[in-house]
């Protein structure tokens, strides 16, 4: 094997681990690559008072001890379409690019009152993901073109209420990923248009959540909660195809398998009454110093291989992250509910070289509105939130790109059956 083609394997090992990074990556509404998408009530008033407010089945992946305030049994299934646009500048040569993606993200959920004590409940949501999409010809596409991460939970779950003031809850998660990324091969002499990386890896695992409700007053709750986090065994495809010449020989598909880490999680929510008003307000703790400070990349092909058959690992040093959401309800009349919110939301990476073109992580803003409107046993819901992100600097693969105008546009809609 040559000099070059030895720089090139080294090179491409690099070059794989960044692209594999989407295996943990985001949509980009909370930090990192966090979701909370899986209820348009919640929209409304940007989560504040997740899993205690009881306007709907979410309390399940919120926290489960909150489903013991439904009053009756019922389900409820909707969507978050997540439209997310960007301006993106290379600091070197003044080129100029767009990041522009919309995905819709559903969720469902159903509840059974067993009994005055004890409810059941399943959701199906993701609580993580990402897309980010940029044009095949764009100033980055050596390091990201396609960038997408479904993440998706199948949580069974279970409440008790203890006494009149405190109530349990538990659930067992099911969770799915499955990572899609792709980027165009570029060696020391210069991009190959035309060449690409592509991965495509899924794979299961379990992971579970915890959560405590205190009502001191039938108008006045607190609720705790705990998500676990999770450790993902993923395996799939890694295809190589356009190169020539003396690279041809590394065309073709191979295994790929990574094992990124998803992050626990803690939150605090309350909820007080006051008269035709509704004040809430949400506290969350994200751990992902502990779950994303390394990511490692593995393939079948020898370009892509370093020492022991595994590609180069990229050191991003997340920090931990908060999130802090307040929001309003005003209870116009029993069929008509209006609800605003605002909240701010931490980025997890500290520095420029912390970020990546699939993750252009900054800390954002939210402004949110919403409304229910209930019909005998129906309940619809809608909320819309408005997101402004920071302007950011990503440095990577030598070049630096400068990310402004970050904004996102999220809007909800959900339907409740009570029975």
Do not use: C
């Not at 919120?62 to 909707?78: D, T, W």
């Not at 919309?102 to 959701?123: I, R, S, W």
């Not at 676990?228 to 495809?237: L, T």
């Not at 693969?397 to 809007?411: D, H, I, P, Q, S």
């Amino acid at each position: 094997m040559t000099k070059m083609q030895r720089k090139w394997i080294r090179i491409s090992g690099r070059i794989a681990a960044v692209a594999a990074i989407l295996i943990g990556a985001q949509a980009a509404q909370a930090g990192g690559y966090q979701l909370n998408d899986y209820s348009a009530t919640g929209l409304g008033r940007s989560f504040a008072g997740a899993g205690v407010v009881g306007d709907d089945y979410s309390a399940i992946a919120f926290n489960p001890a909150g489903m013991s305030l439904a009053k009756r049994s019922g389900f409820q299934a909707g969507v978050t379409p997540v439209n997310l646009r960007s301006r993106v500048a290379d600091l070197s040569s003044a080129r100029t690019g767009e990041l522009s993606v919309t995905v819709p993200v559903p969720h469902a959920f159903a509840q059974y009152k067993v009994n005055d004590k004890v409810d059941v409940g399943l959701g199906v949501y993701a609580p993580y993901g990402l897309a980010t999409r940029y044009k095949s010809n764009w100033i980055g596409r050596d390091a990201a073109i396609l960038s997408k991460l479904d993440i998706i939970d199948i949580a069974p779950a279970v409440s008790y209420r203890i006494t009149d003031r405190w109530s349990v809850g538990a659930s067992v998660i099911a969770r799915y990923i499955y990572g899609h990324m792709t980027n165009e091969i570029k060696p020391e002499t210069g991009s190959i248009p035309g060449s690409k990386s592509d991965f495509e890896l899924d794979g299961w695992t379990i992971a579970g959540s915890l959560g405590v409700l205190y009502q001191p007053t039938d108008d006045t709750r607190v609720g705790f909660s705990w998500r676990s986090g999770s450790k993902q065994q993923v395996k799939g495809d890694h295809k190589m195809e356009g190169l020539p010449g003396l690279y041809a020989a590394y065309n073709g598909t191979y295994t790929g398998r990574s094992s990124p880490d998803l992050p626990q999680t803690f939150t605090l929510a309350g909820y007080q009454k006051i008269q035709k008003f509704g004040l809430s307000g949400t506290l969350r703790w994200t751990g992902w110093s502990e779950s994303f400070p390394r990511f490692v990349m593995e393939s079948e092909n020898p370009m892509f291989a370093g020492k022991n058959g595994v590609a180069k690992s990229s050191v991003y040093n997340w920090r931990n992250t908060w999130t802090i959401a307040a929001g309003l309800d005003y209870y116009h009349t029993d069929s008509w509910t209006f609800r605003a919110g605002t909240a701010w939301d931490q980025s997890p990476a500290k520095r420029d070289a912390e970020r990546t073109l699939r993750i252009p992580d900054t800390d954002r803003f939210w402004l949110s509105a919403g409304f229910s409107y209930i019909r005998d046993s129906w309940q619809l819901d809608a909320g819309y939130a408005y997101m402004i992100g920071r302007t950011a600097v990503v440095r990577e693969g030598g070049e630096a790109f400068k990310y402004t105008g970050m904004r996102g546009n999220l809007l909800g809609i959900q339907a409740q059956f009570k029975f």
